[in-house]
């Protein structure tokens, strides 16, 4: 709190952020505007390319003393430092500024980077699930598309009357006059990861932790989140989703930009990928659900380091960026959901004929979304359920051991996070 | 003596400099940190020896410390013995020698990420050119060998053999110092051999090997070293770590993911010092190994220190 | 001219048959990357590009440079090698030079000092040497690159000098010390010389560790101006699939100075002076 | 029986430089052949184009009758003393000895023992656990020659194996040389720069000049009977005395084109004036050399040097006449260098 | 004047091996020494010590008046010849030779001047361009010499540095030598194997043996006067004949434990029966050498070799009578091996 008010022209905002070259030109776009729009005004961009490179750059300037003042990091990740007290919280200045406010924005990505009452972040987007398919292959086969509201078990039943083999004709793992026979296009990709089973959970009434609050464990043993788990572990014995020799030649996303794929199931990031396939039509599905509709939240935002020297300035910035002419700079990239309403049901977003044509069930689907909790040890939470939900997916291991070896993988993890907030 | 000795000095200084500037300290601070509870954010506690508590309990550790110590066991002498081939190979003014050295150097030049790409191609289990060639003989989807073709990215076993199948082509280094020493080699000592009538081999284990012992001391000891901290990043690329739960997982991987990825660092900086102890442990063993077979040969006709 | 050799004919055509098949087994696998460069940008990925390109274009060649701002990081490149490895192979002669001519106990000392630089992860020391140059108000700069010169790259190559300066007959060292060299001629006047194989190959090594150097600038660099090559490149990486040959375009263009470096430093490893290169 | 060593044509070509330019000789088995020559000559390289360590560029070398052009060193069955010695430098001594017959298969102790006895022969027998560059020249040349005397190859080639030894250690080594080569009945070629040496060891003694064999015959017609001017001048210590036929000594019957030649050892100084029978000269030096003296002389405007014994020296600027009893001129063609027989030869055919 | 070179109780450690155990040696200024020693003596480690190059344990050495023994190397001022040569193999001829030159700042120009004068002096000036590894054997030491003469030193030391040159050759880098060492006056200390090298062109010997000086003295002191039984029977190719003193030549009023040498040269041998007066002995064997021959006679129990012109030779198998005159015999104590005057010589004082 340091910071020089007066001086209009001091020290650069510096903003660290990742991602593809596509969307580190929109930054630069972003900020080449705002110095525009701003007489006097300096933002100097620091770029790295994945988002595990700056969570490197992040911890090391953070240790080395010289952070960045602006951050955009992913409300998964944000748990680490928000616990810490390395973030200047922007509640005061939110409330006080002129031109942002709070219900500019969706509040559930709002919520998601509020910590202990304070606004600690200031959301970029708001993505979530959706289920991206091919629908030249759906015309093909006379499938019905997918519809609102519709049931895992539907989803189920549409990846396998999908699920083809070269000429055309369905394969059933288990039918014997179809064993053997190599798929040429499987019905559906699923990554088996927490975050693609928790917002089913959730839509069967469950939860994956036991206080989202302050969780302790995890709580998959519960009747709900079991039936969702077992489900999910028996696609791969239904032979709708490709295996896991099958996933390494060629992942999901060049599976489905192949035509090999009929759905796919993931945020809103491919989309950019997609939109580069000419040889099929595709459009994007609500999430399956079991009881209520649920989602998982995706969201960046922009962070500010508490021992910034130059948080005035780099508020201002904010206030640009996540102004409508700045948040549409950012949605022309088309990789996110804006997390700022005006900007997200515009055409910025919606972008009318360009695939996919139902953009707006990312917006639909937002009143259902829920965040994982924030504690510090979430990535590595992930990660340790990742490589258990893997082998369980793909070597069929039974239920009751993979909840057992989930729940031992993430005890001390959960223990260490609780610590230290 | 006064003057030659000052030069001397200065001569090694720079490199003494950079060593404890660039390394010892840093290392220093970093082991030091292993002692405590650091997350490079906020907070940095002592916590004696939790740390290290914690790591022989770590499951990734352990699975990394064994992944580390088996690519340890096959990839260093399987690098090492290509590597001295290539270099008695090539070292000789033949048609085409000039190519095939510089195709060895080549694929250590190739930036990480696009070798780790070109060898997520090589292995793809499908249609990967690999197992394409280990097909090719074979009949029903069978190698040549009559087993089913190896599974480079999903089995654990196989993963691994895969990340040092990647390792052996990466010896450019070894393989030109192996080469510069070789050209070193006296060429009466070849002509006395040929003279004898020595085939080949006996060339090799009584001229060529002997003399060229201290330098493959060195490169055996630095190739240790280098394999319990392999460059993970064409790993990350092929196998990420995995299969699950932690196929390819090697130490320097963990390391990185706690200290930048979890932030925690001093959990991280205590994987360090256990990776620092087993390379000294693996290094001291080595060298007793190999320290009487390494004394003479190119250095043992070395010149005596003459401005000491 | 090629002097005649000893080695009888049939012995030096299966030397060349064995370097012709070195050279296949070894760059047909690079040839991936070549070819998968070629390909058109904007097409779905595909699970390997063929070894014989289908059609042949440079767009990705063209969009990696753009796209890349390879020129500028090749520059930026090019300061940190041309300043970086001349510096490293001295810091890496002087130092092996010394070690031949000081006390054993000395010597013994640095080269376990070495062994030991050599055995502290990489990851270990990222995070002290940032303090260490943000103390001094270096990062951002290409000073932190070109720092490592000073260990010259690797440890292990003032161990490979000391080596080969070794190996010199102690009559050379011995004429040196009659004629009133100080250590410094000497080693610039006599051994250098005769170490000429050794340092041409360990400045193609140099020059590789120095180019693909990606850690470092990762942490130090901040600043797009800054930015070397490997940078740029990982950014290219991170593009989307169907994107990929502009990436593999950008890492043949970023292999093409380490190709040119090793060739002409191979073409001297030839150049030592005595009937089989000894001298 | 079949030669030892023949070589038919040989050409050899180092670097550039054509170091043998068509050699042609016949050494018998169990020969014992010296080669003398200048530096430069090619006498290394003979020995080379022998062991077949250089690819000779024309011509062909046959080993106990068998043609072993195209063989490689090592099946060739040649056993040799580099000029530079040559040891391996990581070997000790005793290794270095054995190298052989380890190569060979021999069983360790076997080839120990055989090493230990060599190393004795040439009196380095208590230098065997040490390493090349731990010995001095003359033990490292001695080293390198029991290496190449403990085998039974079908040629010996010793290159200058004596040069750095002492006369007192040379004389028993030649000895060594002459018994191991005699009880092995051993074809031998020896490069050597001492004449004596090369007298007392040699069966026969080749001459070789610019990659050339000058004259190819028995110490005795080497001495006696030198091919041409430069074998005369190239053989002894010092070599003939040179002098143009109308010089100051003129024996009766010579051509006019031709040059005289006479050893020092045959020039006969006698104080001047005691006797008229010769030439007058002027003492210009004298060399002792033990029991001899080199007496440098001048005759007119020629340079003669006589060798006399000591204890008749003269000293420097004293008046000689200078006396060469006939029968000790030789005589050549100025212009081919051939020799030419001269009366008083001619009659003792 | 003072003295060139002095060495007061020399101590010198190879390795292990005590080389030089307590040298004490003056060369005046501009005196050419020759050091004549087995192999091993410590004959190259002399020169070291002088040079600098190897850490003397004890004692000290001043050139030219200058105490050096805490001096490196370079700041003795002293050229050497290497017995292995010590050619940089990356230089040229040219630039070997010119090495200590351009070091010392010469220019360009002067300093390959100079080269091409001293390889001319040499006889290499037609090898100026090579590399050392294209030369043959002596070519190689030649240019080793030209080097070391190219300079002024204050002393030169020269460790065989004709060991791989020709008869014809050597005689005449003898004559360099000497004419470069008189020319400059500096003084030298030159290391040979060859008796008539030693002869011809020392002022002084100095006999080494096992790292002493067995006898320093004029070429005339340590060939007539030997010192030693050992220097007897070390000088002279072959050396003296030593022979119990109650053995077969029994001169008068020797002492019972003496023994007795002869040089070769001094022994007659006459066809037996033609005169009483000596000792019958057989012929072993005979080595013509040129213009003499070696006799090696057993005479009872004893071996003794006679050097006779080759043309009066005996043939193996003979019997002849043997005759050494009085004056020619020399007496040694048999235990110390110490010289013992004997009465001819006493008188001849
Ligand atoms: N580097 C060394 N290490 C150990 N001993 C050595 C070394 N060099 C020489 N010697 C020993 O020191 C003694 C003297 O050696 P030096 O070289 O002075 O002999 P030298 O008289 O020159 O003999 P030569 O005529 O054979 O050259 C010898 O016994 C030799 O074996
Ligand atoms: N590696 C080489 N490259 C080029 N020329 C060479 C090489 N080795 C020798 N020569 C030349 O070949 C000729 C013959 O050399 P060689 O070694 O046979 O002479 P040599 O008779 O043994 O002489 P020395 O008595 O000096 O040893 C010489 O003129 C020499 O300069
Ligand atoms: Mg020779
Ligand atoms: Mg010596």
Not at chain 1, 137 to 148: G, H, I, S, T
Not at chain 2, 159 to 176: D, K, N, P, Q, Y
Not at chain 4, 294 to 305: D, K
């Amino acid at each position: 709190g340091c910071a020089d008010t007066a001086e209009q022209t001091a020290d650069p905002v510096s903003l660290l952020v990742a991602g593809t070259p596509d969307e580190l030109a929109a930054y630069r776009a972003l900020a080449a505007a705002y110095e525009q729009a701003t007489p006097g005004a300096r933002v100097t961009l620091i770029e790295a390319s994945t988002a595990k490179d700056l969570m490197t750059k992040v911890s090391t300037s953070i240790a080395g003393n010289s952070p960045p003042d602006l951050f955009l990091i992913n409300y998964r990740n944000y748990g680490q430092f928000a616990v810490k007290g390395a973030l200047a919280p922007v509640t005061a200045r939110l409330a006080a500024s002129a031109s942002l406010h709070e219900q500019d924005f969706y509040p559930q990505a709002m919520g998601a980077f509020r910590w202990q009452g304070e606004q600690m972040c200031l959301p970029q987007n708001i993505s979530s699930l959706a289920v991206y398919y091919n629908r030249t292959l759906f015309k093909q086969y006379e499938v019905a598309e997918p519809a609102a509201g519709w049931h895992w078990n539907d989803l189920v039943a549409t990846a396998q009357a999908l699920t083809r083999d070269a000429g055309g004709r369905t394969v059933r793992a288990g039918e014997p006059e179809t064993a053997g026979t190599p798929v040429a296009v499987h019905g559906l990709g699923i990554a088996p990861e927490l975050i693609r089973m928790a917002p089913l959970i959730w839509s069967n009434g469950g939860d994956i932790v036991d206080d989202p609050n302050a969780p302790t464990r995890l709580t998959l043993d519960t009747p709900q989140a079991r039936e969702v788990m077992q489900d999910f572990l028996e696609l791969p014995r239904i032979g709708v989703v490709p295996s896991d020799v099958e996933v390494e030649a060629q992942d999901y996303e060049a599976r489905f930009a192949a035509g090999k794929l009929a759905m796919f199931v993931s945020s809103r990031r491919v989309t950019t990928a997609f939109r580069a396939i000419t040889g099929f039509e595709w459009d994007v599905a609500p999430l399956p659900q079991y009881r209520a509709p649920a989602n998982i939240l995706h969201s960046d935002a922009y962070c500010m380091t508490r021992t910034s020297a130059n948080q005035d300035a780099a508020w201002r910035f904010l206030e640009y960026a996540l102004s409508d002419p700045g948040a549409t700079l950012m949605a022309k990239t088309g990789r996110t959901v804006p997390s700022r309403i005006s900007v997200a049901t515009s055409a910025a977003f919606l972008s009318p004929g360009t695939p996919p044509g139902r953009s707006q069930i990312f917006l639909d689907t937002i009143p259902a979304l829920r965040p994982v909790p924030t504690i510090a040890t979430w990535p590595e939470i992930e990660d340790a359920t990742g490589k258990v939900l893997e082998n369980a997916f793909f070597h069929g291991d039974p239920l009751d051991k993979v909840i057992r070896d989930l729940d031992a993988a993430t005890r001390t993890v959960f223990e260490r996070g609780a610590a230290s907030r | 003596m006064n003057r030659d000795r000052r030069q001397l000095v200065l001569m090694l200084a720079p490199y003494l400099a950079g060593l404890a500037l660039l390394v010892l300290l840093p290392a220093t601070a970093t082991m030091t940190m292993a002692f405590t509870h650091t997350d490079l954010i906020a907070t940095s506690e002592f916590i004696g020896l939790d740390n290290f508590a914690e790591l022989a309990r770590d499951p990734a550790v352990h699975a990394a410390v064994g992944n580390s110590l088996s690519y340890l066991a096959y990839s260093v002498p399987l690098r090492l013995v290509l590597a001295v081939g290539l270099a008695l190979l090539l070292h000789r003014r033949t048609r085409g020698a000039g190519t095939a050295r510089a195709a060895v150097l080549l694929p250590g030049a190739v930036p990480e990420l696009a070798y780790g790409l070109m060898w997520l191609w090589l292995l793809n289990p499908l249609q990967g050119p690999v197992n394409q060639l280990l097909l090719l003989g074979g009949e029903n989807g069978r190698t040549m060998f009559g087993t089913l073709p190896p599974q480079w990215l999903t089995d654990p076993e196989d993963a691994r053999a895969g990340i040092v199948l990647m390792s052996l082509f990466t010896i450019g280094e070894t393989f030109v110092i192996v080469l510069t020493a070789r050209l070193a080699l006296p060429p009466e000592a070849y002509e006395i051999a040929e003279l004898e009538g020595a085939r080949a081999g006996q060339v090799l284990r009584r001229v060529t090997l002997p003399l060229l012992a201290p330098v493959l001391a060195v490169l055996v000891l630095r190739d240790t070293v280098a394999s319990l901290q392999a460059s993970f990043i064409p790993a990350l690329v092929v196998t990420n770590g995995g299969p699950p739960p932690y196929a390819t997982t090697y130490l320097s991987l963990v390391i990185y993911q706690e200290a930048f990825e979890y932030l925690r660092y001093g959990y991280a900086a205590a994987v360090a010092a256990l990776t620092l102890i087993l390379t000294v442990m693996a290094v001291l063993i080595q060298w007793r190994l190999l320290r009487r077979w390494a004394y003479h040969g190119l250095a043992g006709m070395g010149t005596h220190r003459l401005w000491g | 001219m090629t002097p005649p050799g000893r080695a009888p004919a049939p012995h030096r055509r299966r030397r060349a048959y064995g370097a012709a098949a070195v050279t296949v087994i070894f760059l047909s696998p690079l040839l991936l990357l070549l070819t998968g460069s070629l390909r058109e940008p904007g097409q779905p990925p595909v699970i390997a590009p063929p070894l014989i390109p289908d059609s042949v274009g440079t767009a990705a060649y063209d969009q990696a440079i753009h796209e890349g701002d390879l020129v500028r990081a090749a520059a930026n490149s090019m300061i940190v090698a041309a300043v970086g490895v001349p510096l490293s192979l001295l810091v890496a002669s002087l130092a092996g030079f010394a070690l031949t001519q000081l006390p054993r106990r000395v010597t013994a000392t640095v080269i376990a000092l070495s062994m030991l630089a050599m055995t502290v992860p990489a990851t270990a020391l990222l995070l002290p040497r940032f303090v260490l140059f943000r103390t001094l108000h270096l990062t951002d700069t290409l000073v932190p690159l070109i720092a490592p010169a000073l260990i010259a790259t690797s440890p292990l190559y003032p161990v490979i000098y000391y080596l080969a300066f070794r190996a010199i007959p102690a009559d050379s060292y011995d004429l040196c010390r009659l004629a009133d060299l100080t250590p410094m001629q000497t080693w610039r006047r006599m051994a250098l010389p005769q170490v000429r194989p050794v340092t041409a190959g360990l400045a193609a090594l140099t020059f590789v560790l120095t180019w693909s150097n990606v850690l470092d600038p990762m942490v130090y660099l901040y600043d797009r101006a800054v930015f070397t090559l490997p940078l740029a490149l990982r950014a290219l990486a991170a593009m989307d699939p169907h994107n990929q040959p502009v990436f593999l375009a950008a890492a043949v263009l970023t292999t093409l100075p380490a190709l040119l470096v090793i060739g002409v430093a191979q073409h001297r490893f030839l150049h030592a002076y005595g009937p089989e290169g000894a001298p | 029986m079949t030669a030892g060593l023949i070589l038919r044509g040989v050409h050899l070509t180092r670097g550039t430089i054509p170091a043998l330019r068509g050699i042609d000789l016949t050494v018998a088995r169990g020969e014992l052949l010296v080669v003398l020559g200048p530096s430069g000559a090619g006498k290394s390289s003979l020995l080379r184009a022998v062991a077949g360590l250089d690819r000779i560029t024309a011509g062909t070398v046959a080993i106990g009758g068998r043609d072993v052009t195209a063989l490689r060193p090592g099946q060739r069955n040649v056993s040799m003393v580099f000029q530079s010695y040559s040891l391996l430098p990581h070997l000790t001594v005793a290794d270095n000895i054995a190298f052989g017959h380890r190569i060979r298969g021999a069983d360790r102790r076997a080839a120990a023992d055989r090493a230990a006895a060599a190393a004795a022969s040439v009196g380095c027998a208590d230098l065997l656990a040490r390493r090349p560059h731990q010995l001095s020249g003359g033990e490292r040349q001695r080293v390198a020659l029991a290496r190449a005397l403990v085998r039974e190859p079908d040629v010996f080639l010793l290159d200058e194996p004596l040069a750095h030894l002492d006369a007192a250690l040379r004389t028993s080594m030649r000895t060594e040389i002459r018994a191991v080569h005699d009880r092995l009945g051993t074809t031998t070629v020896h490069v050597t720069h001492d004449q004596s040496e090369a007298m007392a060891l040699g069966d026969r003694i080749a001459v070789l000049r610019d990659g050339r064999i000058e004259q190819l015959g028995t110490p005795d017609e080497v001495w006696h009977r030198p091919r041409t001017r430069y074998v005369a001048s190239f053989v002894g210590a010092p070599g003939m005395n040179l002098l143009p036929a109308d010089g100051p000594l003129r024996p009766p019957g010579t051509a006019a084109g031709a040059e005289l030649g006479v050893r020092p050892e045959h020039v006969t100084v006698i104080a001047a004036g005691s006797t008229t029978d010769g030439a007058i000269g002027e003492v210009e030096r004298v060399e002792v050399l033990g029991e001899d003296a080199l007496v440098h002389l001048r005759l007119g405007a020629h340079a003669v040097v006589a060798r006399v014994p000591a204890r008749t020296r003269p000293a420097p600027g004293d008046r000689v006449t200078v006396h060469v009893a006939d029968e000790h001129l030789h005589a050549f063609d100025a212009i081919t260098g051939e020799r030419i027989p001269l009366p008083a030869e001619a009659a003792t055919r």
